[in-house]
């Protein structure tokens, strides 16, 4: 295994926002659509893997990243992409929360949710987003 970061991102009650706005779950919206646009641009940046959520056809509401091999200098330049990537998505009018744990990671895709959350980095990422969530969420949390 290699040492790296897990990141997962998850759009904050976002199924109460899609129903007040009329929008059905099984396209893409302007919410879901930035997401995945901004994802995807992250990915490509950072060499991260995508393990688990990123949905064009549907677009994104939850998304589980890996990148391996990073430094502290690496670190500091994702939470700032993934700052702007929450800023992004709250100047549309909804919010996020991210959660980014250090630690070992496997880089192997997963093939359904439970699967995503299924190693030791992962689970400690969850954990974090779970309590980014209860404090009101829309923000970056990382931990070492």
């Given at each position: 295994?290699?040492?790296?970061?897990?990141?997962?991102?998850?759009?904050?009650?976002?199924?109460?926002?899609?129903?007040?706005?009329?929008?059905?779950?099984?396209?893409?919206?302007?919410?879901?659509?930035?997401?995945?646009t901004?994802?995807?641009?992250?990915?490509?940046?950072?060499?991260?893997?995508?393990?688990?959520?990123?949905?064009?056809?549907?677009?994104?509401?939850?998304?589980?990243?890996?990148?391996?091999?990073?430094?502290?200098?690496?670190?500091?330049?994702?939470?700032?992409?993934?700052?702007?990537?929450?800023m992004?998505?709250?100047?549309?009018?909804?919010?996020?929360?991210?959660?980014?744990?250090?630690?070992?990671?496997?880089?192997?895709?997963?093939?359904?949710?439970?699967?995503?959350?299924?190693?030791?980095?992962?689970?400690?990422?969850?954990?974090?987003?779970?309590?980014?969530?209860?404090?009101?969420?829309?923000?970056?949390?990382?931990?070492?």
């Open positions: 295994m290699l040492t790296g970061c897990v990141i997962i991102m998850d759009l904050d009650k976002f199924e109460e926002l899609s129903k007040s706005r009329g929008w059905s779950e099984y396209v893409p919206n302007i919410i879901t659509g930035t997401l995945t901004l994802v995807w641009q992250f990915v490509r940046k950072h060499f991260a893997m995508v393990i688990y959520g990123l949905d064009e056809k549907r677009g994104t509401e939850e998304v589980v990243l890996e990148i391996p091999d990073i430094s502290e200098k690496d670190l500091e330049e994702i939470i700032e992409d993934l700052e702007r990537i929450r992004e998505i709250s100047r549309l009018g909804a919010s996020i929360s991210i959660a980014v744990a250090l630690g070992p990671v496997t880089g192997k895709p997963a093939k359904n949710r439970r699967e995503a959350y299924n190693s030791y980095t992962r689970k400690r990422a969850l954990k974090l987003l779970r309590e980014v969530k209860r404090a009101g969420g829309n923000k970056v949390a990382v931990t070492h």
